[in-house]
T-cell receptor
Framework: AQSVAQPEDQVNVAEGNPLTVKCTYSVSGNPYLFWYVQYPNRGLQFLLKYITGDNLVKGSYGFEAEFNKSQTSFHLKKPSALVSDSALYFCAVRDKGNGNTPLVFGKGTRLSVIA | DVKVTQSSRYLVKRTGEKVFLECVQDMDHENMFWYRQDPGLGLRLIYFSYDVKMKEKGDIPEGYSVSREKKERFSLILESASTNQTSMYLC???????????????FGPGTRLTVL
């Protein structure tokens, strides 16, 4: 079975400070990992994904995420937060060996960037 | 540009009514998905489809059915709406194949359904 956990319901950070949104996963094989963002009253937008290769993945809007196999984590990071980054963030996982199965999403972390 | 559209942004229905939520994608994706989103529960998969006329149950299919008669269209049906089906409904689509590069799911804007 595959699962993903986002241990923080809410993250608050001051504008200009670095931000981290945490994600840990569980799969039986090797993972495909994704981050999505949802702005108010909108659908989910794709930010970035890890498939293979370099553990540091760069995505949209200056976000990046680091795949750590030993800690089964895929934390989302940004060096300098903007007020406009305030949104709901979802991590998702899929086991590479599971064929064409849907992504499994975490429960989401609400990021609030304070000016 | 990738596009997934949903028939309504907001919908208000009465208990017992039959409700149709429509989703259309223009990317020639094989896979389509329906989720509901509730505060504190994240996204929960209702049904998905890998091809025309094919459907698979997700985690919470009870009270819902789906229809996929054409590749680009995936409909979610609430046979007899109940108040506990008040939620945000999100449709998504993706290419098939199980290869990581093609697994990105693209989402529509969502339909906020209220059942009174």
């Amino acid at each position: 079975a595959q699962s993903v956990a986002q241990p923080e319901d809410q993250v608050n950070v001051a504008e200009g400070n670095p931000l981290t949104v945490k994600c840990t996963y569980s799969v039986s094989g090797n993972p495909y990992l994704f981050w999505y963002v949802q702005y108010p009253n909108r659908g989910l937008q794709f930010l970035l994904k890890y498939i293979t290769g370099d553990n540091l993945v760069k995505g949209s809007y200056g976000f990046e995420a680091e795949f750590n196999k030993s800690q089964t984590s895929f934390h989302l990071k940004k060096p300098s937060a903007l007020v406009s980054d305030s949104a709901l963030y979802f991590c998702a996982v899929r086991d590479k060996g599971n064929g064409n199965t849907p992504l499994v999403f975490g429960k989401g972390t609400r990021l609030s960037v304070i000016a | 540009d990738v596009k997934v559209t949903q028939s309504s942004r907001y919908l208000v229905k009465r208990t017992g009514e039959k409700v149709f939520l429509e989703c259309v994608q223009d990317m020639d994706h094989e896979n389509m998905f329906w989720y509901r989103q509730d505060p504190g529960l994240g996204l929960r998969l209702i049904y998905f489809s890998y091809d025309v006329k094919m459907k698979e149950k997700g985690d919470i299919p009870e009270g819902y059915s789906v229809s996929r008669e054409k590749k680009e269209r995936f409909s979610l049906i609430l046979e007899s709406a109940s108040t506990n089906q008040t939620s945000m409904y999100l449709c998504a689509s993706s290419f098939a194949g199980g290869q990581g590069a093609t697994d990105t799911q693209y989402f529509g804007p969502g339909t906020r359904l209220t059942v009174l």
